[in-house]
């Protein structure tokens, strides 16, 4: 069993940066690939980026290429997900989650955080 804790979430301005961290605890942490999910108000959960257990392969979202980027550190246990160029649009609860194989897939995904608010003022 893998617990995940999201924290950096927050109000910013349009333009600006935040980055997301989502600890893991009970599990081999190292053996799991990694992805950040976002949900809007009224939207279904979508895909943002995703990394494989080993860090190789990091996958990441048309909306958001170039701006975001995801990492991983096996000790401590963390994965990060850098926002730079923020945009209104990338307004929505973010969550992180862990998964036997790196995927976009919502469904792909076993454990799940609580989520991290995100807001981006025009």
């Known amino acids: 069993q893998v617990q995940l804790v999201e924290s950096g979430g927050g109000l910013v301005q349009a333009g600006g940066s935040l980055s997301l961290s989502c600890a893991a605890s009970?599990?081999?942490?190292?053996?799991?690939?990694m992805g950040w999910f976002r949900q809007a108000p009224g939207k279904e959960r979508e895909f943002v980026a995703a990394?494989?257990?080993?860090?190789?392969?990091?996958w990441h979202a048309d909306s958001v290429k170039g701006r975001f980027t995801i990492s991983r550190d096996n000790a401590p246990n963390t994965v990060y997900l850098q926002m730079n160029s923020l945009k209104p649009e990338d307004t929505a609860v973010y969550y992180c989650a862990a998964a036997p194989i790196i995927s976009r897939v919502v469904d792909r995904y076993n454990y799940w955080g609580q989520g991290t608010q995100v807001t981006v003022s025009s």
């Open positions: 009970g599990g081999t942490f190292r053996y799991y690939a």
């Open positions: 990394i494989d257990m080993t860090a190789v392969s990091t």
